[in-house]
């Protein structure tokens, strides 16, 4: 059974590493390893660059731009999660 995404505290039954939840809007909850020294931001971005390097390099530039608002992040990391949404294995019943 896995922990209960509301908690502030995510950690994985089986071999007891913290977790970050993420929420894709068809696949749903998956949760991702959690790094040391390392935001969930900069993770996600290391998947896309994988599938995508243009892209990972322009929402990291675009993030890292001082004149990006709130409103400019979401719709960054929103884009983001899209993109690696499309590439997500399907997850069996």
């Known amino acids: 059974m896995l922990p209960d995404p509301n908690s502030d505290e995510l950690i994985c039954p089986r071999c007891s590493a913290h977790l970050w939840p993420a929420c894709f809007q068809a696949a749903g909850l998956r949760f991702l390893v959690a790094q040391p020294n390392c935001s969930l931001d900069d993770l996600l971005l290391e998947f896309l660059a994988a599938f995508n ?15 990006a608002d709130s409103f400019d992040v979401i719709e960054l990391r929103l884009e983001l999660l899209d993109e690696l949404e499309r590439h997500l294995p399907e997850l069996r019943d």
């Open 53 to 67: 390097p243009d892209l990972a390099k322009s929402i990291r530039t675009a993030a890292n731009n001082s004149d």
